[in-house]
Each structure stands twice: as C-alpha cells, then as structure tokens.
C-alpha cells in the first residue's frame, strides 16, 4: 500500500517534470528581462497564451488543474477561467467534466446585451475560478469580484503555477482557496532536472523570488466600487466635486428631466421634487415661456433643495457657432442658472472650447456618448471619441450622457437616460432599461428620468421610488 502510493507519486512527479519540459519547449516559459503586470521586473515569464496551438499539452494542463480539485469537484456548479489565457483551459475542464462555463468580459461591451459575465448565473451557487499564473493574484481576485458581483459564491480558485510572490496570501485573505498544481520552486527544480536551466538559472530565479516574496497588488481604480464622496476628491471639475459629494449626503442619484413646456409647470416640479434629485435637467429651448424670471427662480430652488440644474441643449457646432448660442440672451446661460450643459462630441474639442471660454467660472459640459433612442449612431469609434475627449479633459467636461460604464476616470460622471419602470419605449424610438440596470448592472452613476416622473399620477412618490430603486442599487454595488 506504502510502495503503491509511493509509486504514484513518482509517476506524478515524472508526468509534471515532463509537462514542464514540454512547456519549456514550446517557449511558453522564458528566461531574460520581463515587466509583469504588477510592474515588477522578473527575470523568469510564463506564457500560456502559446498552448492553444498544441492541443494535446492544453488538454493535459487543463487534466492537472482538474486533478488539484479533484476532491472538491462536487462542490462547484460552474467554472471561468481568468481572461483571456485560461479560457481555453476552463473549457476543455468544462466541456470534459460536464461541469457549465462562465466566461467573464474583461470590457463590459457597448452593445447588445452588456453583460460582464456570460452564461447562466444562478445566484447563491459556486463557481470555481480558474487561473494559468497567480502573481499578486490580482487578476484572480478581480474575475472573484465580478462572479461576486452578480450573486455567485467563490471560494477557490485553481492555478498552474504559483509563483511564490505573494498571490496566495493575497487572494486567500479575501477568503478565496488557492489551489496550485506547481510553483516556481518546483518548476525550477524540474526545469534542472531535465536538464532545460543550469543551476545558476535556477539560483537567479530564487534570488529574485527571495526579494519579489511579497507583491503588492496595485490597486486599479475602480469607480464603480469607490463611493461617489471617495471619486469626488478625485474629480478635477468644482462642479463634479459637488455633484458626487451631494449624491451620496443627499442619498440620491437620480435626475429628474423636467420636459414640461411651461415656466409655471417646470417650477412647481422642480420644487415638489427637488427634494428627491442630484439634478433637474431642463429643456429651456421646448418651453413657451422661458424667461430670466424662470432662471432665477430654478436657480433659487437649486440652492433650497440642494440639486444642479443641467440644460440639456445638446450644442452640437463648431465653437465659434456654440459660443454665440450659448451667449443668446433668451436663455440666460450667462447668468449661471444651468452650471451644466450637455453637448455632442461630434465637433471635436471646437464645441467644449468655444462654451467653457464663455460660460460662467465653475460650469462644466456634459458629453453625449451614447444615446438610448433606437438607431443611434453614437456607438462603436465614436462613443470611444467621446470618451477620450472626456478623459482628456477632465476640468471642463463633468459627465458622460452613456447607456453604459465606458471610462474608468473616478471623476467622470456617467448619466443614463431612457430609465422607466414598467416601459419598453415609445413610438419615436425611445428605448427604456431599469434603474437597476442602468445602475446595479452597467454600472453608470446617475439615472435620468423624464416622462416616468412628471406623466405620473403622483410625481412625489414616483420620483422617490426612482430614488431609492437606483440608490439602492448603488449601495449594492459597493457591497462587493
Ligand atoms: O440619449 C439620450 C440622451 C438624452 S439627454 N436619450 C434621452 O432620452 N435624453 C433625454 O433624456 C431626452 O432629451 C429627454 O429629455 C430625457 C428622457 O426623457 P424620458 O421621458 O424618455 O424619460
């Protein structure tokens, strides 16, 4: 019984060294001068990306890597692989073991569906994650974050190779099991063995593990689990700041889009509903009467119930034409009513330079990115336009008018239009998500809501439902 357990562990030990032989000869481990992700420089890479092009050494990486679970098979009801490397690897496992996939987006895409995780999700139930090399273990606790996000349970996570730098103290203190099948000691150590490294090789390597043991993981920030009052210290518009520190001590990411056509009507909203709103977002161009009495006293209410005032005036020409527009004296935009305007980025930089040299100290743009009205054209390169333009310039353009998170700058605000309850769209192409989708699942900041709210029977508490649906939804988020 002795001898045969014994004689299996030698056949293990021959079948790793010469799966590490094999791996050497592929070149998918190399020697030389590497930056890794963590920005460390390493003298020794794995590259696993290779195996794709030998099926026999992909199904036998993807065969130990279900050995080192073996035990604990029973206890999963799906898998993923770490983007992009262990795919492949994740669905041999799967498709062999009959055991359902989960493929996890690196980038939440831009259209269709949206989703960040493929698959059926089934909430409550246990995913196993898995890995070609954990470093910091990073990139591992980053796919855990995102399976977490949408309700599934991850306690293990299962690797090649361990590289020894600190990734399995990282990634088992967030209560995650690491589970390697090698580490780099042991890779060495065979690579010696077989003759592939000279001992001098191997001793570089442990010299470099001894001072690299403990990787830091370099915290990538994420707006989407940061609160609005930690993004707002990161925001370099005076306007932003205020916007993301009122949204969290007012406990509201709603904007309420008051497109009512008279001075009186828009009034009377603002001040029912102000009290439920980040923003009132106005429309001065479709309202009869639009006066500077009706600036002064939007702006009044402003200050009483502690909102911004966006005018959603979509400029959208070349900045000497914005200029004059924007200083037109029938809307007042001088006066600094609406400290925020919307725009198209269709121009270029023109259209933000043209307003922001004529608008009032500490007003800011808001960039069309995206629209919710079907056929839009603002997709694909152009929306990735938007979104460099908006990084680019952080200290005059505030927010993204977006269907879905498309930049990871903490201070840039990203507004989803086309929200309502119990709607699909209307018959001019407007096309409706919910609060919880915009917010809990694409992950945009602030809902805009326009007819759900004043074309109710009771725009108070419709207005407070939107509220605390999308708030809610937020705080969710930051549970992760
Ligand atoms: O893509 C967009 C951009 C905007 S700003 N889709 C939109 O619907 N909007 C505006 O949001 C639109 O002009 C309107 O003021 C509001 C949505 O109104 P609702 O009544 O459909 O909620």
Redesign the pocket.
């Known amino acids: 019984m002795v001898l045969n357990n014994y004689c299996g562990r030698c056949l293990k030990i021959m079948k790793m060294k010469e799966l590490v032989a094999q791996l050497f000869d592929i070149g998918a481990i190399k020697f030389g001068q590497f930056t890794l992700k963590s920005g460390i420089q390493s003298p020794v890479y794995f590259d696993l990306r290779l195996i794709v092009s030998y099926p026999p050494l992909l199904a036998q990486v993807s065969d130990v890597l279900w050995s080192a679970v073996s035990e604990k098979v029973a206890q999963f009801q799906s898998i993923c692989g770490v983007p992009y490397t262990a795919l492949p690897i994740a669905t041999l496992m799967s498709s062999k073991h009959n055991l359902p996939m989960l493929i996890r987006r690196k980038e939440a895409k831009s259209y269709g569906t949206k989703r960040q995780i493929e698959g059926i999700i089934v909430k409550g139930s246990s995913c196993l994650v898995v890995e070609d090399v954990v470093t910091s273990g990073a990139s591992v606790l980053e796919t855990c974050a995102d399976l977490k996000r949408v309700g599934l349970k991850v306690a293990h996570v299962v690797v090649l190779l361990d590289r020894e730098q600190g990734g399995r103290g990282n990634v088992e203190r967030e209560g995650v099991v690491l589970h390697s099948v090698l580490t780099m000691s042991q890779l060495m150590q065979y690579l010696l063995e077989t003759g592939k490294v000279t001992s001098e090789t191997v001793d570089m390597v442990k010299a470099f593990i001894r001072e690299n043991s403990q990787v830091k993981i370099v915290e990538k920030c994420n707006p989407t689990i940061m609160s609005y009052t930690e993004r707002s210290q990161l925001a370099a518009n005076p306007i932003a700041k205020k916007l993301l520190s009122l949204m969290d001590s007012k406990e509201t990411n709603l904007a309420f889009?008051a497109?009512v056509k008279t001075s009186h009507e828009l009034v009377k909203l603002a001040d029912a509903v102000g009290p439920h709103i980040c923003i009132l977002?106005t429309?001065a161009d479709i309202m009869s009467d639009f006066s500077r009495d009706t600036a002064d006293q939007l702006k009044a209410l402003a200050e009483k119930h502690n909102f911004v005032i966006m005018e959603?005036r979509?400029f959208a020409d070349i900045g000497n034409t914005v200029q004059m527009q924007y200083t037109q004296e029938q809307y007042c935009l001088t006066s600094g009513w609406a400290p925020l305007v919307?725009c198209h980025p269709l121009p270029g930089p023109g259209v933000i330079d043209g307003l922001m040299s004529v608008a009032p100290p500490g007003s800011g743009c808001v960039l069309?990115a995206?629209?919710?009205?079907s056929g839009?054209l603002a997709v694909g390169e152009y929306t990735k336009g938007a979104i460099s333009l908006a990084e680019s310039r952080p200290e005059s353009i505030v927010g993204v008018?977006c269907r879905n998170r498309l930049s990871t700058s903490p201070g840039l605000i990203h507004m989803t239009?086309?929200?309502?309850d119990k709607a699909s769209g209307?018959s001019l192409g407007?096309q409706?998500i919910s609060a919880e989708t915009a917010i809990g699942e694409r992950h945009t900041d602030i809902i805009?809501?326009?007819?759900?709210i004043y074309s109710a029977q009771d725009p108070v508490s419709t207005a407070k439902m939107y509220r605390e649906k999308a708030f809610q939804a937020y705080n969710q988020r930051l549970k992760v």
């Open positions: 889009s497109d977002k429309h959603d979509k919307t069309v995206e629209m919710s009205s839009t008018v239009p086309g929200v309502r209307d407007q409706y805009i809501v326009g007819r759900g």
